[in-house]
């Protein structure tokens, strides 16, 4: 929870005391509704009666629904308070201009959202958020290393921050580093909420493109950060992950360090590591060529990598993250590509696990794109 956040906004949304609380409410609710349509029953009316049944099936339908979304939504600790689903969580920050403008070094590092356009891409992507450390306030201003955090889907950029604890982890690295860090930048990898381009180029949107080309081009420019390369990474989480592993495999002189957070195999259409065909079909236009092109195990089996390392985590009750982790760190190893491999008891699908993992890589990630420029 961003530490600004306070009042109703500050009210958690996933803790058992509040599903409780909300499940007898919905309760309360239904036995009243049931009450009312049993009085209305007994009414001389017949148009009555029929509103109160139509209107006792509309208020159930809603609180079953309210319920299990309020259930769900707990179960993956994505939304966690009452600011995050009003909108007015972390992600408000600070404007561009704002930014660019300051002469004040502040306390702690500052959010902005930054549009980032599909110049090359034509990618039609929603804005960037943007994690900037106080260091980079300093003048003459420094060049920063860049770590690229990618969301899953169904998704948002803001994931990182008002779920994922991003700017947490690093403003509490950048408090212990007189104020230096690595830039977060946080780039849309699906256009829309629900949307899934497993990170590639399509007919109808060509997100590698936009994350390989657009969004470097933008962020080293406006905010002078290092160039592209050994000081840039690009971690991920569930799809995002995915996606991770396949930039950094085919994008060297882009990002030189990979970190994935209970991602799959490699592109994927749905959830789980099976499902090769329709992922052919539906990404790719049928080409197997095109799929073994961006299959981080068939990359890794056929090509060294030298200077690429990366970070694989996942929890062992999420079963098809955890064995595509393994794998991956395997061929990896066969092929030269120096990683980490982590495993986490009982860890799931969720921002729990997705959080831990950015902490557990963040000083492993900062050393990386932290050394000096060859």
Same mark, same amino acid.
């Given at each position: ?84 689903? =009003? ?13 660019? #403008? ?22 039609? +992507? ?43 982890? +690093? ?9 230096? +860090? ?61 996606? =991770? ?10 990002? +030189? ?25 539906? #990404? ?5 060529? =095109? ?84």
């Amino acid at each position: 929870m961003d530490a600004g956040t306070t009042g109703i906004d500050a009210v958690p949304i996933t803790t058992w005391q509040f599903v409780t609380g909300f499940v007898l409410a919905g309760v309360v609710v239904l036995v009243l509704v049931v009450l009312g349509v049993r009085r209305a029953g007994r009414s001389r009316y017949r148009s009555l009666r029929i509103l109160a049944r139509l209107g006792a099936t509309g208020v159930v339908a809603v609180v079953l629904l309210a319920n299990a979304l309020v259930g769900v939504n707990a179960g993956l600790d994505y939304l966690r308070t009452v600011g995050d689903v =009003a909108g007015t969580g972390p992600v408000e920050g600070i404007g561009v201009a704002q930014l660019l #403008l300051s002469r004040k070094v502040p306390a702690t590092g500052q959010v902005v959202q930054i549009p980032i356009p599909g110049t090359a891409s034509h990618f039609a +992507a929603r804005p960037a958020v943007v994690w900037v450390p106080p260091a980079w306030y300093e003048r003459p201003r420094p060049q920063l290393p860049v770590i690229v955090l990618l969301h899953g889907t169904p998704g948002r950029p803001v994931d990182w921050v008002d779920s994922g604890g991003a700017a947490d982890v +690093a403003n509490a690295w950048a408090a212990q580093h007189h104020g230096v +860090a690595p830039i977060l930048v946080m780039p849309d990898v699906n256009g829309t909420y629900t949307a899934d381009s497993e990170c590639v180029d399509t007919s109808t949107a060509k997100v590698e493109t936009y994350l390989t080309r657009d969004v470097p081009r933008v962020v080293s420019r406006l905010l002078g950060t290092r160039p592209p390369g050994p000081s840039w990474a690009v971690a991920g989480l569930s799809e995002g992950g995915s996606c =991770a592993v396949m930039l950094a495999l085919r994008h060297p002189t882009v990002f +030189a360090t990979f970190g994935d957070y209970a991602g799959l195999l490699g592109p994927r259409v749905g959830d789980s590591n099976g499902g090769v065909p329709d992922t052919v079909a539906g #990404l790719f236009g049928g080409s197997q060529t =095109a799929f073994a092109a961006h299959d981080p195990a068939t990359l890794l089996a056929a090509n060294r990598v030298p200077g690429i390392a990366g970070w694989f985590e996942a929890g062992d009750a999420d079963t098809d993250p955890a064995a595509a982790a393994r794998t991956l760190s395997a061929v990896a190893t066969r092929a030269g590509v120096e990683n980490r491999l982590v495993i986490v008891p009982g860890g799931g699908h969720d921002f729990d696990l997705f959080s831990q993992a950015l902490s557990d890589s963040y000083p492993w990630l900062v050393g990386r794109v932290s050394a000096p420029i060859p």
